[in-house]
Nanobody, 125 residues
């Protein structure tokens, strides 16, 4: 059983930056595509960013493109989400998820098998 633990969330002002991290319990996670999703109150969970197992390809939602960057450090079994120029509409619980084995960066949540508990990000105006 893989455990994913997110950290780095918090309360910030519009325009600020945050860096989310996802730590995985299993070394084999380095062989899987990884992704970040978010869910705002009263809304469905939505895709934010994904990265292939090798780190060679990434995908970002249009709403965060140019502001957020996903990366991974397979030696440390971590996946990060650098969030710059934060906006109030970025307020949500952010979830890390593990995707397909040797997978590309995929956007659909149904391709992710393991999920973290989430970390709250609140952006005030």
């Amino acid at each position: 059983q893989v455990q994913l633990v997110e950290s780095g969330g918090g309360l910030v002002q519009a325009g600020d930056s945050l860096r989310l991290s996802c730590a995985a319990s299993a070394r084999a996670v380095s062989l899987y595509a990884m992704g970040w999703f978010r869910q705002a109150p009263g809304k469905e969970r939505e895709f934010v960013a994904a990265i292939s197992w090798s780190g060679g390809s990434t995908e970002h939602a249009d709403s965060v493109k140019g502001r957020f960057t996903i990366s991974r450090d397979n030696a440390k079994n971590t996946v990060n989400l650098q969030m710059n120029s934060l906006k109030p509409e970025d307020t949500a619980v952010y979830y890390c998820a593990m995707g397909p084995l040797y997978g590309l960066a995929v956007r659909h949540s149904n391709q992710y098998n393991y999920w973290g508990q989430g970390t709250q990000v609140t952006v005030s105006s």
